[in-house]
């Protein structure tokens, strides 16, 4: 059900709000309450303006669809629509509403309290069954300019960054089933290259232990603000469910790819992926996922394998088709008395074949001379 009616109960508790609450701080009740509102027969965007639209269900506050890192993260908002329908009439759905506030507000830290910022609260009522009504756009529509956001202070940057680790976190377990502690391995990785890798390519494990590993750059990307850094991700799992002697060396599948680098759609993928099967023996078909990776996307200057330094790669001897230098990040690796950690030779081989990389354990090894030091593991 979808609707709002104002009535006093509700209006009691935002004046008590207001006066309880800091004036610098406000929450979604308080904005909700203050912003002007209008009713409309049906909602009508304005095209002549820069915007985009968070839509949400009849009835829900999630928001279904997310836009491009550079729209949410770093133009200047002019003004924000919280829409809805007035529907069923004699219903109080005020906390929804808020809700559906405090949802763009995770995504977009400070839109609550931005003086510069206009909140619209559009009530559509242009319908006489439900069915109408639920067919309306419900959700957020977002006006905004060219320039680009101000700069944050260190202060509103810090709580902007563990918002969104919060929404993250949420959103792991809710669509994967997952609880894992992500570690800070390829996001620091990332971080160094920044400047060298554009228009990448991600190719991941995904299998059960791989799973922190590819989350956590997923989670470096929003947070940077650094989305359109990836232009696609390719998971593999080594054939979905296929027993060992089903693994044909090129054919072995359980392979799937994705051309965006937005939340959502790389994790119902992922979570997809997941379902499909994790390949039940040790060895992986990373090759063939690179191979699908390089067909793919054609255009991508940078290819980067999430790997797993305990899995032997099963299709090594197609190296000869790929055909781009590989970085790859491991997961971890053990080391010997001096510190070098000790790989599986078939990382080692790819890296030098394509004239690649090889990081490992917060240390990189990009040199041929580098690579060939690294202690090698059969």
């Avoid at 004036?23 to 965007?45: C, G, K, M, T």
């Avoid at 693994?247 to 499909?276: C, E, F, N, Q």
């Avoid at 491991?330 to 510190?339: F, P, R, V, Y």
């Amino acid at each position: 059900m979808d609707g709002t009616r104002r009535n006093c109960q509700w209006w009691l508790i935002g004046v008590l709000q207001i006066i309880v609450f800091n004036l610098n701080a406000q929450s979604a009740e308080q904005l909700y309450f203050r912003a002007a509102y209008r009713d409309v027969h049906i909602l009508d965007i304005d095209s002549t303006k820069h915007f985009f639209t968070l839509p949400m269900a009849y009835g829900e506050s999630e928001i279904l669809n997310l836009p491009e890192a550079n729209d949410i993260s770093r133009l200047q908002i002019d003004s924000v629509l919280l829409v809805y329908t007035d529907h069923p009439k004699d219903f109080d759905f005020s906390k929804l509403n808020t809700d559906r506030i405090k949802a763009f507000a995770n995504w977009f830290d400070g839109a609550i309290d931005d003086p510069v910022i206009r909140w619209r609260i559009i009530k559509q009522v242009g319908g006489e069954t439900k069915k109408e009504f639920s067919d309306m756009f419900h959700g957020i529509v977002v006006y905004y300019d060219k320039h680009k956001r101000h700069d944050l202070t260190p202060e509103e940057e810090v709580k902007r960054r563990k918002h969104i680790d919060q929404k993250f976190h949420h959103l792991v377990k809710k669509r994967l089933g997952e609880d894992q502690v992500l570690t800070e391995t390829t996001s620091k990785v990332f971080e160094k290259n920044r400047d060298n890798w554009n228009k990448a390519v991600v190719v991941s494990d995904w299998t059960g232990s791989m799973y922190p590993y590819t989350l956590d750059l997923l989670s470096w990307l929003i947070k940077e603000r650094a989305q359109d850094q990836v232009i696609g991700f390719v998971f593999f799992n080594d054939g979905d469910t296929k027993l060992s002697h089903q693994k044909l060396i090129g054919s072995t599948g359980g392979i799937y790819s994705i051309k965006s680098s937005k939340v959502m759609p790389v994790m119902d993928l992922m979570s997809k992926v997941k379902k499909r099967g994790d390949g039940g023996d040790i060895p992986e078909n990373d090759i063939e996922a690179i191979i699908e990776a390089q067909t793919n996307f054609p255009d991508a200057n940078t290819f980067i394998l999430v790997a797993d330094n305990q899995s032997k790669i099963r299709d090594l001897e197609l190296i000869g088709n790929v055909n781009h230098p590989i970085h790859i990040i491991l997961n971890t690796a053990e080391e010997d008395h001096l510190g070098i950690p000790i790989v599986l030779d078939d990382y080692k081989k790819i890296a030098l074949f394509t004239k690649g990389s090889i990081y490992v354990n917060n240390q990189e090894f990009k040199t041929i001379d580098e690579i060939k030091s690294l202690r090698s593991k059969k």
